[in-house]
């Protein structure tokens, strides 16, 4: 069964609209692991447009709740990571004015700087993944600065089911990484922009073995109900 990590983020978003302290992010997060969630996903941008220092710091300090926290390269925010020891970091690239992460990160350019933050945070006993393209060479890279684990930027194949478009080349080309990615020794996951369908089409990828999943179940989760929705999910990842 493919674990499944379930982003928070837009729980803040909805808080932060009033100011106040209203969905609590904490409550949430319990909610959430009761119903079935392996983990919980945020993500502290720069701009703190959702998640902020106090949630990560709150969550951090709940140690039932597995936190896969997702961050940039930005120094105080890593200083930050390393104080409060979440379980599992994820790094990904961060523009200032994107609406939400645009692709996986440039490992050709930045990988010293990669390289030497997964260092540190190996040291702290904190495991860390690359949000990556689903590209071999981007793989063949990440095995060089030694990440024992990579997250599938699944944007491109989100968009192309949801358009009802071709994407039989997208989920080959993800196949082929994930199988490659697994020959070497990497965990592989898997996430951005999924729903049911996009999601049953990665569940037969047997090199796969957790989903991040946030937006479209906390969009989802207005119809029908967090409980429901999550039950589907879990019964995909079977």
Known sequence: ?????????????????????????????????KLGADSITIHLREDRRHINDKDLITLSKFKKIPINL??????????LAIKCKPKFVCLVPEKRNE????????????????????????????????????????????KKIE??????????????????????????????????????????HAGHGLDYKSTLLLSKINEISEFNIGHFIIGESIFFGLKNVIKKFKKICK
């Open 147 to 188: 990440t024992k684990c990579i997250e599938i930027h699944t944007g491109k194949l989100s968009r192309l089911v949801r358009s009802k478009k071709n994407y039989n080349n997208e989920l080959k080309k993800i196949r082929k990484c994930a199988l490659y990615a697994k020959s070497l020794g990497i965990e592989v």
């Open 70 to 79: 997702e961050l940039s390269t930005n120094k105080k925010i890593t200083k």
């Open 99 to 142: 609406v939400t992460t645009e692709g996986g990160l440039n490992l050709k350019k930045n990988s010293k700087k990669i390289s030497n933050i997964i260092q540190l945070f190996n040291k702290n006993q904190i495991r860390t993944s690359l949000f990556i393209n689903p590209s071999i060479e981007d793989i063949k890279l990440s």
């Open 1 to 33: 069964m493919k674990r499944l990590g379930i982003n928070i983020d837009h729980v803040a978003t909805i808080r932060n609209a009033r100011g106040e302290g209203h969905p609590d992010i904490l409550n949430v997060a319990k909610y959430v692991m």
